[in-house]
C-alpha cells in the first residue's frame, strides 16, 4: 500500500533561518506531488505542484522553493523565513484520474518567532 | 468572490442529530468534487467524492447541483466522533493548480 512520510512535524524558527521540510512517498512510483499551506482559518493553498523528477510548477511567488531530486521525493525550503512563513505545510500525493484524489501527510507545523 | 465558499460554522448540534453543510463554487467548469474531514491540527482525509447523481456512504449523503453550482453533505445521527472541520474541495481540469479547497466548516457534536 501506498504511504506518504513528512517531516519535521513541528519546528520553531527564526525570522531569516533557513528551512527545510521533506516528504516521501512509499508503494507507488512516478507520483504526482504536492506542497500545500493551510493558515490558521483559512483554506489550503498550493504552493507547489509536481509531475516528475525536477519538475516544479510554482503557483503563487513566495519566499519558498521545491525541489524533487528523486522520483519519491519532494522537498520544501526557503533561504531567510519570513514571520508570514508560518502555517500548516502538507505534502500530498495525488492518484485517479487527474491526479484529483489527494493523500495528505501528517503535515509539519512551522511556526516562525 | 472566492472560487469555493463554505459557512465556517462552528455547527453545534447534539449526537442524532441530522446536519447538512453547503458549499458554492465559482467555477461553472468544475468537473470533480469532494468532501475531506479534517480533525484538529491533522492532516485532511478524503470523505468522499460527490458524484452527479449524488451518492451516500452510510450516515453520509453527498449531493451535486451543477445547475446552481453548489454541493451540499448531509451526515444523518451524528456521533460524537463527527467533530471535525468538514473542506469542501472541487477539481477543474487544466493547468496545475487544479484543486481549489474551501476555508472547512467546523462541526462539533455534543453529548
Known amino acids: 500500500s501506498q504511504t506518504i512520510h513528512q517531516w519535521p512535524a513541528t519546528l520553531v524558527q527564526p525570522v531569516g533561518s533557513p528551512l527545510s521540510l521533506e516528504c516521501t512517498v512509499e508503494?507507488?512510483?512516478?507520483?504526482?506531488l504536492y506542497w500545500y499551506r493551510q493558515a490558521a482559518g483559512r483554506g489550503l493553498q498550493l504552493l507547489f505542484y509536481s509531475v516528475g523528477i525536477g519538475q516544479i510548477s510554482s503557483e503563487v511567488p513566495q519566499n519558498l522553493s521545491a525541489s524533487r531530486p528523486q522520483d519519491r521525493q519532494f522537498i520544501l525550503s526557503s533561504k531567510k523565513l519570513l514571520l508570514s512563513d508560518s502555517g500548516f505545510y502538507l505534502c500530498a500525493w495525488g492518484e485517479g484520474a487527474g491526479a484529483n484524489v489527494l493523500t495528505f501527510g501528517a503535515g509539519s507545523r512551522l511556526t516562525v518567532l | 468572490r472566492k472560487e469555493v465558499e463554505q459557512d465556517p460554522g462552528p455547527f453545534n448540534v447534539p449526537e442524532g442529530a441530522t446536519v447538512a453543510f453547503n458549499c458554492t463554487y465559482s467555477?461553472?467548469?468544475?468537473?470533480?468534487f469532494f468532501w475531506y474531514r479534517q480533525d484538529c491540527r491533522k492532516e485532511p482525509k478524503l470523505l468522499m467524492s460527490?458524484?452527479?447523481s449524488g451518492n451516500e456512504d452510510g450516515r453520509f449523503t453527498a449531493q451535486l447541483n451543477r445547475a446552481s453550482q453548489y454541493i451540499s453533505l448531509l451526515i444523518r445521527d451524528s456521533k460524537l466522533s463527527d467533530s471535525a472541520t468538514y473542506l469542501c474541495?472541487?477539481?477543474?481540469?487544466?493547468?496545475?493548480?487544479?484543486?481549489?479547497f474551501g476555508a472547512g466548516t467546523r462541526l462539533a457534536v455534543h453529548p
Open positions: 474541495v472541487v477539481y477543474s481540469f487544466g493547468g496545475y493548480n487544479k484543486l481549489i
Open positions: 508503494g507507488t512510483s512516478n507520483p504526482n
Open positions: 460527490v458524484y452527479s
Open positions: 467555477n461553472s467548469a468544475s468537473q470533480s
